[in-house]
């Protein structure tokens, strides 16, 4: 899904620096429902972190539509890196699957 917004995707980090605009995205922890030993329903929390040299409404207006769409719920923050000199805007994305 991310890929399909055009713009340069990596989990955790790129192996090489890339100009902004660019998402990076990772694991950040599960928050499972756990009886009998057994783990019932797993939630598992990503962020989604776009990277950009000013504020970029359109880019997070269309991570914002992707997930919408897609039926993902999500909460936002954002950040400024002053040592890098960029915006980080980061949503946090809560998928819940089965057994």
């Known amino acids: 899904m991310l890929t399909s917004l055009g713009l340069p995707v990596a989990y955790r980090a790129f192996k090489e620096p890339t100009d902004p605009p660019f998402i990076c995205y990772l694991f950040t922890y599960d928050n499972d429902v756990k009886a009998d030993n057994y783990n019932y329903a797993k939630i598992r929390n990503f962020d989604i972190e776009l990277y950009t040299d000013k504020k970029d409404i359109t880019n997070e207006q269309a991570i914002e539509n992707m997930l919408d769409t897609n ?4 909460s936002k923050t954002e950040d400024w ?3 890098e000199k960029m915006l980080q805007v ?6 819940t699957g089965g057994q």
């Open 71 to 74: 039926r993902l719920p999500y």
């Open 81 to 83: 890196i002053e040592s």
């Open 90 to 95: 980061i949503y946090t994305v809560q998928i």
